[in-house]
T-cell receptor, first 115, second 112 residues
Framework: KAGVTQTPRYLIKTRGQQVTLSCSPI?????VSWYQQTPGQGLQFLFE???????NKGNFPGRFSGRQFSNSRSEMNVSTLELGDSALYLC??????????????FGQGTRLTVV | DAKTTQPPSMDCAEGRAANLPCNHS???????VYWYRQIHSQGPQYIIH???NNETNEMASLIITEDRKSSTLILPHATLRDTAVYYC?????????????FGTGTLLAVQP
């Protein structure tokens, strides 16, 4: 079956712009989480959605937002981009939220460069 | 969520077993131990998880100490393709969340 699909794979934006990243989870998975990975901070949790509801949020400013659609696809948006937002953004999908024996499957990520 | 401590790097000869340790001395009774790995520039890949019993799958074995304060991931016959950063994570179950807290991980370098 198809894995987690993230689009686009690479993106270059200018400071002050906004960006939207997309994640299509594995078919049947209803939980989608987003992570930011930078060389300095490592992998950090951004937020998590289940059945179109945000279940959990990491410690990021309000410029970072997300949503989930009825087909479980998710988007994250970053407004007023800063140089420090340059990172690999990873999306992970899971079958359910908080269930036993539930592992996360990650996409290949979107590499965002802010110039 | 309990914190984990891992060595920053390890070397292993190709074909030999790689034993990656993880300390999670503050783990709670309702937290599982998960292992993921990340090969350069790819998304993390799930390896294995366990609660208190030792677990084995086609990729690896997970040995959890009786007091659950530490664990070891074992790759029985390491290959060059196993070179990656390995993350040990503890995660609560039953909390309606799949949030993962990643530490700095262990960079495993498999040498030919």
């Amino acid at each position: 079956k198809a894995g987690v699909t993230q689009t686009p794979r690479y993106l270059i934006k200018t400071r002050g712009q906004q960006v939207t990243l997309s994640c299509s989870p594995i078919s049947g998975h209803r939980s989608v989480s987003w992570y930011q990975q930078t060389p300095g901070q490592g992998l950090q949790f951004l937020f998590e959605y289940f059945s179109e509801t945000q279940r959990n949020k990491g410690n990021f400013p309000g410029r970072f937002s997300g949503r989930q659609f009825s087909n479980s696809r998710s988007e994250m948006n970053v407004s007023t981009l800063e140089l420090g937002d340059s990172a690999l953004y990873l999306c992970a999908s899971s079958l359910v939220a908080g269930g036993l024996d539930t592992e996360a499957f990650f996409g290949q990520g979107t590499r965002l460069t802010v110039v | 969520d309990a914190k984990t401590t891992q060595p920053p790097s390890m070397d292993c000869a190709e074909g030999r077993a790689a034993n990656l340790p993880c300390n999670h001395s503050t783990i709670s009774g309702n937290e599982y131990v998960y292992w993921y790995r990340q090969i350069h520039s790819q998304g993390p890949q799930y390896i294995i998880h366990g609660l208190k019993n030792n677990e084995t799958n086609e990729m690896a074995s997970l040995i959890i100490t009786e007091d659950r304060k530490s664990s070891t991931l074992i790759l029985p016959h390491a290959t060059l393709r196993d070179t990656a950063v390995y993350y040990c994570i503890v995660r609560v179950y039953g909390g309606a969340t799949n949030k993962l807290i990643f530490g700095t991980g262990t960079l495993l370098a498999v040498q030919p």
